[in-house]
C-alpha cells in the first residue's frame, strides 16, 4: 500500500517565518504534488514536481516554493509566512503516466494544517 | 480553460434512499475522471476512476460525454458514506488533476 507521509499534522508560525512541511513517499512515484484545501475553494495545486529536481508551478504558487532533491521526499516552503496562506495542506504522489493512461490515481498524506499568528 | 463544477456543497440525504453527486466538467480533449473521497479524519482517497468501470462501496460513476458530466450515484445510501466528496480531471497530456470545490454528503439515520 502506497504511503506518503507528512512530517506535521499540525503546525502554528508566526508571521514572516520561514516555514518548511516535509513529504516522503515510500513507493517510488515520479510524481509529487503540493495542494492547499480551504473549505468552499476544493483542493488548488500549488506545484508539482514530475521528478527529481523538477518543478512546475500550479494554481497557486504565490508565496511559495518547493524543492526535491532526492525522488521520495518533496518539501514546500513558505518563504515568508503570511496569515492568509493558514489552511490545510495536502501532499500527494503518483506513478508516471503509461499504458495509454495520461493520469495515474493519486495518494495523498494525512494532511497539515498550519496556522499563521 | 479546464474546470471541474460539482453544483452542490451541500447534500443531504436520509438512510436508504439513492444519492447523486453530480460533477460536470469542461475540456475540449479525451477525458479522464476520478471520484475521490475524504472520511472525517481521514485522508483523501480514491474512490472510483472511469477507466475502470467497476462499482466501489455500492458507488458508481459513468462518463458521459455529450453532457460532459461524471455523476456519483449509489442506489441505497448509508450513515458511513457520509465524507467530502471531490470530482477530479485529468488532461491528456499532463499528470495534474483538476479538482472540483467539493460536496459535502451528510446520510442522517
Known amino acids: 500500500d502506497v504511503k506518503v507521509t507528512q512530517s506535521s499534522r499540525y503546525l502554528v508560525k508566526r508571521t514572516g517565518e520561514k516555514v518548511f512541511l516535509e513529504c516522503v513517499q515510500d513507493m517510488d512515484h515520479e510524481n509529487m504534488f503540493w495542494y492547499r484545501q480551504d473549505p468552499g475553494l476544493g483542493l488548488r495545486l500549488i506545484y508539482f514536481s514530475y521528478d527529481v529536481k523538477m518543478k512546475e508551478k500550479g494554481d497557486i504558487p504565490e508565496g511559495y516554493s518547493v524543492s526535491r532533491e532526492k525522488k521520495e521526499r518533496f518539501s514546500l516552503i513558505l518563504e515568508s509566512a503570511s496569515t492568509n496562506q493558514t489552511s490545510m495542506y495536502l501532499c500527494a504522489s503518483s506513478s508516471a503516466a503509461g499504458g495509454g493512461i495520461s493520469n495515474q490515481p493519486q495518494h495523498f498524506g494525512d494532511g497539515t494544517r498550519l496556522s499563521i499568528l | 480553460a479546464q474546470r471541474v463544477t460539482q453544483p452542490e456543497k451541500l447534500l443531504s440525504v436520509f438512510k436508504g434512499a439513492p444519492v447523486e453527486l453530480k460533477c460536470n466538467y469542461s475540456?475540449?480533449?479525451?477525458?479522464?475522471l476520478f471520484w475521490y473521497v475524504q472520511y472525517s479524519r481521514q485522508r483523501l482517497q480514491l474512490l472510483l476512476r472511469h477507466i475502470s468501470r467497476e462499482s466501489i462501496k455500492g458507488f458508481t460513476a459513468d462518463l458521459n460525454k455529450g453532457e460532459t458530466s461524471f455523476h456519483l450515484k449509489k442506489p441505497f445510501a448509508q450513515e458511513e458514506d457520509s465524507a467530502m466528496y471531490y470530482c477530479?480531471?485529468?488532461?491528456?497530456?499532463?499528470?495534474?488533476?483538476?479538482f472540483g470545490k467539493g460536496t459535502k454528503l451528510t446520510v442522517n439515520p
Open positions: 475540456y475540449s480533449g479525451s477525458p479522464e
Open positions: 477530479a480531471l485529468g488532461q491528456g497530456g499532463s499528470e495534474k488533476l483538476v
